[in-house]
Nanobody, 126 residues
Framework: VQLQAFGGGWMQAGGSLRLSCATY????????IVWFRQAPGKGREALAC????????LYVDAVRSRFTISSDKAKSTAYLQMTNMKPEDTGTYYC????????????????????WGKGTQVTVSS
């Protein structure tokens, strides 16, 4: 299984950006995709999780009002739509995958993650 995150870039505060996470090689549909980020000099922070088949979503409180996670099962791709972006959103964004899909609460805590993609850099300028 491989994951590839892309779509990062530079933007000014207040802007929007959509990240994509393409998955390759899963033989089962029973998995979840989790988005994380790591700000410069800080630890990795969980953001949101989505189940691949049922589409259930779970967010951390810090981004619930501004970020939206979604997925396109036909394209094997998950997305993270970010709005009203702030300089503190700057960092490297990663996606991870884990099975089964119904354990988003655990995955957001960093448990049970099976696969990671390389990160994509997001820079928000004030």
């Amino acid at each position: 299984v491989q994951l590839q995150a892309f779509g990062g870039g530079w933007m000014q505060a207040g802007g929007s950006l959509r990240l994509s996470c393409a998955t390759y090689g899963y033989t089962s549909d029973d998995f979840a995709i989790v988005w994380f980020r790591q700000a410069p000099g800080k630890g990795r922070e969980a953001l949101a999780c989505i189940g691949n088949t049922r589409g259930q979503k779970l967010y951390v409180d810090a981004v619930r009002s501004r970020f939206t996670i979604s997925s396109d099962k036909a394209k094997s791709t998950a997305y993270l739509q970010m709005t009203n972006m702030k300089p503190e959103d700057t960092g490297t964004y990663y996606c991870a995958a884990a099975s089964p899909e119904h354990f988003c609460s655990g995955y957001l805590g960093g448990s049970g993650l099976d696969y990671w993609g390389k990160g994509t850099q997001v820079t928000v300028s004030s």
